[in-house]
Nanobody, 125 residues
Framework: QVRLVESGGGSVEAGGSLRLSCTGF?????????MGWFRQAPGKEREGVAI???????LYASSVKGRFTINRDTSKATLSLQMNSLKPEDAAMYYC??????????????????WGQGTQVTVSS
């Protein structure tokens, strides 16, 4: 069973940067995964932030494009999210997620079957 563990959240002032990391365990060796970052603010739906597929193609939400960068290291089963120029509206619980599908996914949370416990990001204005 896949287990995902996030780290790197914290508090930052608007305009600052944070880097989130996720380490995965238990991936099936014969399966290629799409990995992603999602976030959920209080009272809001969980939304897709960025995903990266098995071929390293990336998809970003329009609200973070140009500010956030997603990367993965398949050999180490790690995923990262570099967040620059943070805004107060970026504050949320951020979740790492995995889907046992190599290509073709979008930012819908319903396509992802494995989730980390989340890491909190706070951005002060």
């Amino acid at each position: 069973q896949v287990r995902l563990v996030e780290s790197g959240g914290g508090s930052v002032e608007a305009g600052g940067s944070l880097r989130l990391s996720c380490t995965g365990f238990g991936f099936a060796p014969s399966v290629d995964y799409t990995m992603g970052w999602f976030r959920q603010a209080p009272g809001k739906e969980r939304e897709g932030v960025a995903i990266i597929d098995a071929g390293f193609a990336r998809l970003y939400a329009s609200s973070v494009k140009g500010r956030f960068t997603i990367n993965r290291d398949t050999s180490k089963a790690t995923l990262s999210l570099q967040m620059n120029s943070l805004k107060p509206e970026d504050a949320a619980m951020y979740y790492c997620a995995a889907a046992p599908t190599a290509y073709g996914l979008g930012l819908s949370r319903f396509d992802f079957t494995n989730w980390g416990q989340g890491t909190q990001v706070t951005v002060s204005s």
